[in-house]
C-alpha cells in the first residue's frame, strides 16, 4: 500500500480511538453549528449539514446532543458564534497542507497554528499558496470484507462513481461532490454499509518525505489535529509505509 494510503488508514483507526474523546464531539458539534447557520436546520435540504450529522452519528454521538447542535446553528438556541476558517503551508520536506477549521477567535487560532508548524520545521503561507494542489472530492469506505472487489466495483460505478480503489482493509468510492450523496444513498440502496464519508481535500500529486523529515511532519499533522479549532488536516506527502508504521506503534 502506498505512503499516503497508509497514512490515511492510520487517521481512520485513529478516529475510531479517539471517538470516545469529548474533543472530537466538540469538533463535531461545531461543524453541524457552522453547516446549520449556513443552510437551515433540514439536513434533508442541506447536504454539509447531512454529512456532518452522519460524521457525528459515526462516532456515537447522542441525538440530543446533535439537536442541540443544529438549534444553536439556526438561531434557536444561544450559542457562541463560530466561524469558517483555512490555513495553508508547508511542512518538513516541501509537503503541501492545507487545514480547515472553525473558531469563535481567529486570532487565537492562527497563532496556535502559527506555533504548530514553526515548532515542526514547517512555515504557513499566503490564500492559494496550496489549495491549487488538492481537488475537492466525495470520499465514501465500506468495509472490504463484506462483499467481493468485482462486484462491489460494478456497485460503485453503476452508482455514479467516479473512482474506484481498495486500501487496506476498506474500499474507497470517490464521487464529485454534486453527486456524494445520490452514490451513498444508491450504494446503501444495493444493500452495503458506508462505514464513513467526507468531503475532502485530495492531492494531485504527492511529494516524497523520508528520515527526519517524515518524523517532523508528521509530528506536525499530529499536533494540528490535536487543536480544537482545527476540522481537518489535509496533505500531499507519501511517506514510505515502514516509517508509518512505526507512528502508528
Known sequence: MAGHSKWKQIKRKKAVADSRRASVWTKCIREITVAARAGGGDPNGNPRLRTAVDAARAVNMPNDNIERAIKKGTGELEGAVYEE??????????????????????????AEIRHAFTRNGGNLGASNSVA??????????????KSPEDATLEAALEAGAEDFAK??????????????HGVQDRLRASGYTVESAEIALVPKNTVRVEGDDATKLLKLVEMLEELDDVSKVFANFDIDAATLAETEA
Open 132 to 145: 491549487w494542489m488538492f481537488d475537492r472530492k466525495g470520499q465514501i469506505y465500506l468495509d472490504a470484507g
Open 85 to 110: 476558517v483555512t490555513y495553508e503551508g508547508y511542512g518538513p520536506g516541501g509537503a503541501a497542507i492545507f487545514v480547515e477549521g472553525t473558531t469563535d477567535n481567529a486570532n487565537r487560532t492562527v
Open 167 to 180: 486500501e487496506g482493509d476498506q474500499y474507497l468510492v470517490t464521487a464529485s461532490p454534486a453527486d456524494f
